[in-house]
């Protein structure tokens, strides 16, 4: 199965993460198969650096979240987008016929 998960960099004490797809047999800190961006804990309001557009094109491929990075996700508005990609046009189709 693959996953969206985070691994670890920086020093000890100094966490920094880099959000990856990985293989779910793979150690945290192994070999992934693409970087989509970066969360880092430290700052005042946390911050996050997601690239959108691939991390949507995963999740719709099925590519599961961890919990830690759904949040994530969602703060950065991508499980909104997919949402909306997903049962956005069933919805228009359904107020257009009433």
């Not at 989509?36 to 590519?63: C, F, H, M, S």
Request: charged content about 35%; aromatic content about 8%; hydrophobic content about 35%.
């Amino acid at each position: 199965m693959v996953r969206i998960r985070l691994t670890r960099l920086g020093k000890r004490n100094m966490p920094f993460y880099r959000i990856v797809v990985v293989d779910s047999r793979k150690k945290r800190d192994g070999a992934y198969i693409e970087s989509l961006g970066y969360y880092n804990p430290l700052r005042a309001p946390a911050d996050i650096k997601v690239n959108v557009e691939r991390a949507v094109e995963w999740i719709l491929k099925g590519a599961q979240p961890s919990d830690t990075v759904r949040d994530i996700l969602s703060r950065a508005g991508v499980l909104k987008k997919v949402h909306e990609i997903k049962y956005g046009k069933r919805e228009a189709t359904n107020e257009t016929s009433s």
